[in-house]
């Protein structure tokens, strides 16, 4: 809970709503997000990480969030998602975060039957994937719109166990 400051100051930033469906306008919306990622954790079919940078010095900040979806023991997939904040864009933060989230979901799920990871991003985020490819998401298709969710193709990146 006290990220949520930080969580609702970095969702004021114009680029990260655009590709985001969940945006927290304040404080109240900011706990029911974090709330909802505690109840993620206690099912066990979601879960969300703060990444946070702490530059010598200083305490550490928001950058950014990795989450796990959708996982469930004898489901083979699971999907991965991530955001940053404008601060640390561009430094190969989201790269860091996504391996890191990759290797505790495998490392954590294989015994489940996890076999790949999914990462799902708008057809018009280039960022997204460069991200994806960086971190071993190899490009496997394009998804149609589904909106009013979905409003735009999407790009499906894929990562299996044993890559």
């Known amino acids: 809970m006290e990220d949520v400051p930080a969580l609702v100051e970095v ?3 114009p680029v990260l709503r655009r ?3 969940h945006v927290p306008e304040g404080d109240a919306d900011g706990a029911r997000w974090v709330r909802a990622q505690e109840r993620g954790w206690a099912a066990g079919d979601r879960f969300s990480f703060a990444v946070l940078e702490a530059p010598p010095g200083a305490s550490a900040a928001l950058a950014g969030n990795v989450v796990l979806k959708h996982i469930a023991s004898g489901k083979p997939a699971a999907e991965v998602g991530y955001w940053t904040a404008p601060h640390v864009r561009g430094r190969g933060v989201a790269p860091r975060a996504l391996e890191a989230l990759t290797a505790w979901a495998f490392n954590s799920f294989a015994a489940d039957g996890l076999e790949r990871l999914e990462l799902l991003h708008q057809v018009d985020n280039p960022a997204s994937c460069r991200v994806a490819q960086k ?3 190899g490009f496997d298709s394009v998804l149609p719109a589904m909106p009013p969710s979905f ?3 999407g790009h499906l990146h894929i990562r299996r166990a044993n890559v």
Do not use: C, E, K, L
């Open 19 to 21: 590709w985001t469906s």
């Open 135 to 137: 971190s071993g998401y």
């Open 11 to 13: 969702y004021r930033d």
């Open 151 to 153: 409003p735009v193709d």
